[in-house]
């Protein structure tokens, strides 16, 4: 399900690395090596090109495409060129740093959180005590609105059963359960925090299944006029991303490129995050809800080398 592409021959981690190395040297920089090579090597290969790079030349290879590269490419660039737990850290405490705590920003913490496999999202938390020397759990408090922070917190110290075990009368009563939240429109009952993460993605798409048919409507769609509430906004995305990741990095996408201008880093994570996990299946929903290809939006959004490095991503 991964858009990314590999040659077949992959030449030697010291290759690459004298290749990048090459492409820095001289007036300007060879921003078409640059793509060649790291926009076709997959995370192990890239971690162990950033390493070779570091014995080969005693120069981190990030600080090397900063100093060279800018604007929208650099930061792809060195987005993706991240290790994927170090990059998710990353989004995650910028979220969390940002001055305006919008919906925008902390939905980043909700993908990282839903529609990453637990080791991953694990390996993210890890990741992110030794960058910035305290937790996420610790980041939220701190910086999230009152509001939310019981269900972020809850959501990133989630550990959720990877497998696909369902109970369905489990499903039945929590859905009740949820549903008596709604009427009374209290969405931060202790509850259906604990319902929304703590069980796995199987369980949960069975109590929203089952919600449906007791109550004659999606989850989602009973919360989303009742309240403009912040806290409902977030508990939509998390339903969303356990429901359909590829559906929510539709809308995501959609909302980046609709109107005046680009939103370039909402574009930038969408595909960075996910063209190693499932970007065949997003474009597969946006072609079926929009009716024409990603790949065409993306190149009729962007341009020079920002917009052949997101190409390079999707497959192309």
């Known amino acids: 399900m991964a858009t ?6 992959v030449p030697s981690p010291t290759q690459d690395s004298e290749t990048l190395r090459k492409a820095f040297k001289g007036w300007g920089t060879d921003e078409k090596a640059v793509i060649q090579v790291l926009g076709h090597r997959n995370a192990t290969q890239r971690k162990i090109i950033r390493d070779t ?3 080969l030349y005693n120069q981190s290879l990030i600080d090397s495409l900063d100093s060279e590269l800018s604007g929208d490419f650099g930061r792809a660039v060195i987005l993706w060129t991240y290790d994927p737990a170090e990059r998710d850290a990353r989004l995650v405490n910028k979220a969390l740093k940002s001055k305006n705590k919008s919906l925008d920003k902390l939905k980043v913490v909700i993908e990282i959180s839903c529609a990453s496999s637990p080791h991953h999202l694990l390996a993210v938390r ?7 020397e305290c937790s996420i759990e610790e980041d939220i408090i701190v910086n999230a609105p009152p509001s939310v922070r019981k269900i972020l917190v809850g ?4 550990f959720r059963f990877d497998g696909a075990v369902v109970d369905l009368d489990v499903a039945d009563d929590e859905a009740s359960k949820l549903q008596e939240a ?8 202790d509850i ?11 369980q ?8 449906h048919k007791k109550y004659g409507i999606l989850l989602h769609e009973d919360i989303k006029d009742y309240s403009d509430d912040l806290l409902v906004s977030l508990v939509t995305i998390v339903i969303k991303c356990i429901i359909s990741p590829e559906r929510h990095f539709v809308e995501v996408i959609k909302a980046a490129t609709d109107g005046w201008g680009t939103d370039e880093d909402a574009l930038t994570r969408v595909i960075i995050s996910r063209a190693e996990i499932d970007l065949i299946k997003v474009k597969k929903a946006y072609f079926d809800i929009h009716k024409t290809s990603l790949d065409k939006l993306v190149k009729d959004e962007t341009s020079g080398d920002y917009g052949a490095f997101l190409i390079a991503l999707l497959g192309q």
């Open 4 to 9: 990314l592409t590999v040659p077949q021959e």
């Open 155 to 158: 959501l990133v110290s989630s």
């Open 53 to 55: 790079y570091q014995k």
């Open 126 to 132: 890890k990741c992110y005590c030794s960058l910035f």
């Open 182 to 189: 709604v009427k009374l429109k209290q969405l931060d009952q």
């Open 204 to 211: 949960l798409k069975a109590t929203f299944e089952s919600y």
């Open 192 to 202: 259906v925090m604990w319902i929304l993460s703590t069980r796995n993605v199987f």
